[in-house]
């Protein structure tokens, strides 16, 4: 059986894999707000990262409802509940402070994605003005009564500790403080929520990738969103196989058997159908039989996109790292012609 089941893993690695999950959708929308800040300019990027984020906001709020049964108007305990499975939270270090009936505080404590810029000499860049939509309308989602207030984000100075921070009220007078300040500590969630988390956030990196893609290929051309795309998955591949690796305890050339359990997990994965259809000593082949992405550019009017050289970059990388013996073929992918059931197949071989 070389298809494993999330629902078999024990809940350590659930919870490992949740926050590399996190981990890999940040990474992700962060290697293209960079493809894009390089080419076009830091205003190009921040523009279309608002873009992005005004409308994940809603997007999030709603999925995480249904997987967390969140009820509708359920105040600022089920806010304070929905924020710590935002899709970035688990990566970061934050707090829910000043918990009462009426109120509550969101405060990232260590930003993962303003220390890598500062790490690599970049200036820390402006997330105020999408975050303030992102956190508006994610809140609003969840309960329309609810207003954001933001109570400092970068360009405003921060400390070391505190990198930025929000308010949340529920219009009318504030209530009784709550026991407890809402932080939620994930190993106690169950191995069923834990899955359903794990394939939201396999849906949220679709979701995400989808947004830059989309906003690019209207605001320049289909060309360009491909060209950047390949970027964004070739650079991202090496630095999934080296999370996996470690998360799932696979060894350094450890050939097919290590290629097809890294496959089961990679980020888009769980949102996925797919199968191995061929499994030897030497040889695995790897196919999606359903893909969402390109179903829903299908349902939009755009039509399939020419994601084959996409594949091509993000797999060759990913099984590289996996062990540089494994060679990696493309046996079908648009603009290939495919059957309704085979959106693309890849081949990896050991070299003999």
């Known amino acids: 059986m070389v298809k494993i089941s999330l629902e078999d893993l024990p809940q350590k690695t659930l919870v490992d894999l949740f926050k590399v999950y996190s981990e890999n959708t940040v990474t992700v ?15 190009t990027a921040l523009e279309i990262d608002k873009k992005n984020r005004a409308r994940y906001g809603i997007t999030e709020a709603i999925r995480l409802k249904r997987v967390l049964n969140i009820p509708e108007d359920g105040g600022i305990s089920a806010l304070a509940k929905a924020l710590n499975f935002q899709i970035a939270v688990p990566c970061m270090g934050y707090e829910i402070s000043e918990v009462t009936e009426k109120k509550a505080v969101f405060t990232i404590t260590d930003c993962a994605v303003q220390r890598e810029r500062i790490k690599e000499n970049r200036q820390e860049y402006d997330c105020k003005p999408a975050r303030e939509l992102q956190f508006a309308n994610f809140a609003k989602r969840i309960d329309p009564r609810i207003e954001t207030r933001c109570l400092m984000c970068y360009p405003d100075k921060h400390s070391e500790g505190m990198w930025c921070s929000w308010e949340f009220q529920l219009i009318g007078e504030h209530g009784e403080r709550n026991n407890g300040e809402g932080k939620i500590d994930y190993f106690g969630l169950s191995k069923e929520l834990l899955v359903k988390l794990i394939k939201l ?15 690019l290929e209207e605001m320049f051309n289909l060309n360009t969103a491909v060209e950047l795309d390949i970027e964004v998955w ?32 990679q980020i888009w994965a769980p949102d996925m159908e797919y199968e191995f259809a061929d499994v030897s000593e030497n040889k695995a082949i790897f196919n999606i039989t359903d893909c969402v992405p390109q179903k829903l550019r299908k349902r939009d009017n755009r039509g399939e996109f020419p994601c084959k050289p996409v594949g091509v970059a993000l797999f060759r990388k990913f099984a590289e790292r996996i062990d540089p013996r494994l060679k990696m073929r493309c046996l079908v992918c648009p603009p290939d012609e495919h059957p309704d059931d085979l959106w693309c197949s890849w081949e990896f071989q050991m070299e003999v």
Do not use: Q
Not at 201 to 215: A, E, M, P
Not at 237 to 260: Q, S, T
């Open 29 to 43: 929308d962060t290697l293209w707000f960079l493809n894009v800040e390089e080419r076009y300019g830091l205003e």
């Open 201 to 215: 956030y396999s849906k949220s990196v679709v979701t995400i990738d989808g947004l830059w893609f989309i906003n």
């Open 234 to 265: 070739e650079k991202y591949g090496v630095i999934e196989a080296m999370r996996l690796m470690k998360v799932l305890d696979i060894p350094e050339g450890g050939g097919i058997p290590a290629i097809v359990k890294a496959l089961n997990f």
